[in-house]
């Protein structure tokens, strides 16, 4: 095939005219799908690929904004509470630095990364990317942004810090008046931006204008998965490369990052000792309390299910029944969830594949809404600091708490879902001619 029919087909994935289903490894032969419209896996119905016309422009208009509303929401003060005459107010940063002054460090550094720094980090990479190519100009070390862009998307986590806000306010209503500032309003716009930024993301937009793919060579109609067909997909930049052209020390020829083989390496035993550890921090973060709340010099220590109990008892129960499902359930069902998917795919079964492929992808999404009652600490201790009125201290329990949370997200990433289809590629779904397209 020509190198530019190649680009004219879908610049960004194009090789020998295929492309590899992310979750299932599934090889499809590329089709045309029409403006706003996108490729669907035929076997495990994943997302293939987009047709984004306007993507670029959408995308950097939307980053560009975002990254306005966020140092809006960074610089001006975020809430103040009233209470009488005495006003506290409080910026979003304070959140992490009021857990370290608590002596509660770890924390206070994993509420700072995932509400301020690893967001910002992610805003100014995408920044970096789309800016220079929106004028037709290919960035410096575009392959490295946008690989520690990709490794830090799922730790920026700012609507489960919106959650986290909720719940405090809520919390805090018969303690004080909260009056919302500057910086919670360019917050919640940054949330609807930065959303509508990463629907209009199309990743292929940053390849398609860095020359030519290499033509790693024709194959045969007989489609099945790209392993099985001799490709390995680019970790990277997503393009099929064919395993015995990428040479002794295998590198992607489009974006020169380091190809590890077909499947994620060490994937099964790396998921079993991240969920084993996840699952004995659980058990402390439930039995230790998560923060003290003092209220005119009196007060005791609650954990997580006092909490809910308490915003139950308050009225407040359907953010009662939200932090249950996303501190308690969300865990649990997702350890349970992992540890099924790893025991089926280990004992080579069949049953129900494509289910088992959306268990996981629920199991990636759902994750870092555990975060939840780490920002309510975060957020309460940095608010309530009036002394003799009411102060609140974070507990041992948090740490925990967080550190399983981490341990569960780092889990989900190691697992592979393409491993859920390797013992049946044989047959079923292969030869696939065209992907459904749908709108
Ligand atoms: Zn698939
Ligand atoms: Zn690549």
Not at 77 to 105: H, K
Not at 131 to 137: A, C, Q, T, Y
Not at 363 to 370: D, L, M, Y
Request: a positive charge.
């Amino acid at each position: 095939m020509s190198t530019e029919r190649a680009q004219e087909m879908l610049p960004g994935y194009a090789a020998d005219g295929l492309v590899a289903c992310r979750s299932c490894d599934c090889a499809h032969r590329i089709v045309d799908v029409p403006p706003g419209g996108k490729a669907l896996c035929r076997r495990c119905g994943a997302i293939l690929y987009r047709n984004m016309p306007k993507s670029l422009d959408h995308s950097a208009a939307l980053y560009l904004a975002a990254m306005v509303l966020f140092l809006l929401a960074n610089t001006f003060p975020f809430v103040a509470l009233q209470y009488g005459d005495r006003i506290e107010q409080s910026r979003l940063i304070t959140g992490g630095l009021a857990l370290q002054q608590a002596g509660m460090g770890e924390i206070g550094i994993l509420v700072l990364l995932t509400s301020v720094v690893f967001p910002f980090l992610t805003l100014l990479g995408m920044l970096y990317l789309l800016l220079p190519l929106r004028f037709g100009i290919r960035p410096r070390w575009q392959t490295r942004v946008w690989v520690a862009v990709r490794a830090l998307t799922p730790w920026s986590l700012i609507g489960v810090f919106m959650l986290g806000l909720l719940v405090s306010v809520v919390k805090l209503q018969d303690l004080a008046v909260i009056v919302p500032g500057v910086a919670f309003y360019a917050f919640v716009g940054l949330l609807v931006v930065s959303t509508a930024a990463v629907a209009s993301f199309d990743p292929a937009v940053l390849w398609q204008r860095m020359g030519p793919c290499p033509d790693p060579g024709v194959t045969d109609g007989a489609a099945d998965t790209a392993a099985a067909m001799g490709y390995a997909t680019c970790h990277t930049c997503d393009l099929l490369v064919r395993r015995s052209a990428a040479g002794e020390h295998p590198a992607c020829p489009r974006c020169g990052s380091a190809m590890h083989g077909t499947r994620h390496p060490d994937s099964i035993n790396r998921t079993w000792a991240l969920l084993a550890a996840a699952t004995l921090l659980l058990v402390p973060a439930n039995l230790l309390p998560v923060m003290t709340v003092i209220r005119f010099g009196q007060g005791e220590p609650s954990t997580i299910m006092a909490g809910v109990v308490h915003l139950i008892q308050d009225g407040a129960w359907p953010l009662g029944l939200l932090v249950l499902f996303a501190s308690f359930v969300v865990p649990i069902t997702k350890i349970a969830a992992l540890i099924f998917l790893l025991v089926t795919v280990q004992r080579g079964s069949d049953w129900r594949k494509r289910d088992r492929t959306v268990v996981y992808r629920i199991t990636e999404v759902v994750g870092a809404w555990s975060m939840v009652d780490i920002f309510l600490v975060g957020i309460l201790v940095a608010l309530v600091r009036m002394d003799g009125l009411a102060t609140v201290y974070p507990g041992s329990g948090a740490t925990f708490f967080g550190a399983a949370v981490v341990l569960t997200m780092l889990a989900a990433h190691a697992f592979d879902p393409r491993l859920i289809w390797d013992k049946a590629d044989s047959g079923e779904g292969a030869a696939a001619g065209a992907a459904g397209a749908a709108t």
